[in-house]
């Protein structure tokens, strides 16, 4: 792929986009119910509950640190997960900076809220910059709203649905990270880097604590870095 | 879990992810550090579908997740729109837990 070309900064976003975002949206409201149920039961208030997904939104966490509290963890080891799996989003906000390098700080202060798997895979999905800022826009938003949408009906309404893996749900976001992974993978840059994060995290899961995997894959870049020549557009 | 506790538990999950566009912010037009930012999806987001589907308890398992990513891989591959990947995903693991 040393030929292709480079991607237009300008080129416009896919329509099928905003549908996709829909579809990650919809199946973190699933989790986001499933979220307010547990919360609840583990002796959060529904407001505590509610801000708890508005200020912290990032699901992993969320459902770490109130599962902690649940089966009577101290609040250190709670807090302590709870930021071991949203240390990824640190990695996540350093991928999308290029994207809003030119972004006024008022817009870069409110997108980092919404840094977070879902919008940052299906942001660097895209080619070219201004579609990179609309997937992310498109996506972060749908999540947000149907998270804490999630989050408040759960609270409110208790368990109503059972739990998302019974239909399956758990399955829809490694499906869809495999799909937003594919763009990175053209390049043998990519997929060194990709080969090397997946060969890290298989070891840490026995070996570290839950989100340490994740983030310790970021390391994978520095073999293709290191070893693979630079490509033109890559 | 105190009101204390969740605001400082939101305050430092901002700090993590407002690190790359609040404080980076303009500084992330660099050439080397365009590229190393360029790839971290490249390393991240496949090592996120192995963790999403073969962690366990600070194990690894293969469970009906597998059959999901299976049938997900085989959607990619087919070129089928994101959608039928996901939902194709999400079926054969119901599917797969209901038999199982």
Redesign the interface.
Same mark, same amino acid.
């Given at each position: 792929m040393a030929d292709a070309p480079p991607a237009d900064p300008e080129a416009p976003l896919p329509p099928?986009v905003r549908?996709?975002a829909t579809?990650?949206g919809v199946?973190v409201g699933v989790f986001g119910l499933s979220f307010g149920v547990l919360a609840t039961t583990?002796? %959060?208030t529904v407001g505590?509950t509610c801000?708890?997904s508005l200020?912290?939104?990032?699901g992993a966490?969320q459902f770490a640190?109130?599962g902690v509290?649940a089966t009577g963890g101290s +609040?250190a080891t709670?807090?302590g997960s709870?930021?071991l799996l *949203?240390?990824?989003? *640190?990695?996540?906000?350093?991928?999308?900076?290029?994207t /809003?390098?030119?972004a006024p700080?008022g817009r870069?202060?409110v997108?980092?809220?919404l840094?977070?798997?879902e919008s940052?895979?299906m942001a660097?999905?895209q080619e070219g910059r201004r579609a990179r800022e609309e997937a992310f826009w498109l996506t972060g938003v749908a999540v947000f709203v149907f998270w804490n949408a999630g989050t408040l009906l759960g609270a409110v309404a208790g368990d109503a649905i059972g739990h998302p893996?019974?239909?399956?749900?758990?399955?829809? /976001?490694?499906?869809?990270? %495999?799909? +937003?992974?594919?763009p990175? +993978?053209r390049?043998r840059?990519?997929?060194v880097?990709? *080969?090397?994060?997946?060969a890290?995290?298989?070891v840490l899961?026995?070996l570290a604590?839950?989100g340490v995997?994740?983030v310790a894959?970021?390391?994978?870049?520095f073999p293709?870095?290191l070893f693979v020549p630079?490509e033109p557009a890559? | 879990m105190s009101w204390a506790a969740i605001l400082a538990l939101g305050l430092a999950a901002y700090a993590l992810k407002a690190l790359g566009l609040v404080v980076l912010g303009p500084r992330a037009v660099e050439g080397t550090f365009l590229r190393l930012a360029g790839l971290l999806p490249a390393a991240l987001l496949p090592a996120l579908v192995v963790v999403n589907t073969f962690a366990g308890d600070r194990r690894l398992v293969l469970d009906a997740r597998a059959v999901g990513l299976a049938v997900a891989a085989l959607a990619v591959w087919r070129k089928a729109p994101f959608v039928v990947v996901v939902g194709g995903a999400v079926a054969a693991t119901a599917l797969t837990r209901a038999i199982a």
């Open positions: 099928e549908r996709n579809v990650l199946a583990a002796g %959060l505590q801000v708890m200020l912290v939104f990032t966490s640190a109130v509290v +609040l709670a807090l709870a930021l *949203a240390a990824r989003n *640190a990695a996540y906000g350093v991928a999308m900076a290029p /809003f390098a030119r700080l870069r202060v997108a980092a809220q840094v977070i798997d940052t895979a660097t999905a893996e019974v239909w399956g749900l758990d399955a829809a /976001f490694p499906a869809g990270y %495999l799909a +937003l992974a594919m990175h +993978l390049t840059a990519g997929r880097a990709g *080969a090397c994060g997946v890290i995290a298989l899961i026995p604590p839950a995997p994740i894959a970021a390391l994978g870049i293709a870095v630079r890559s | -």
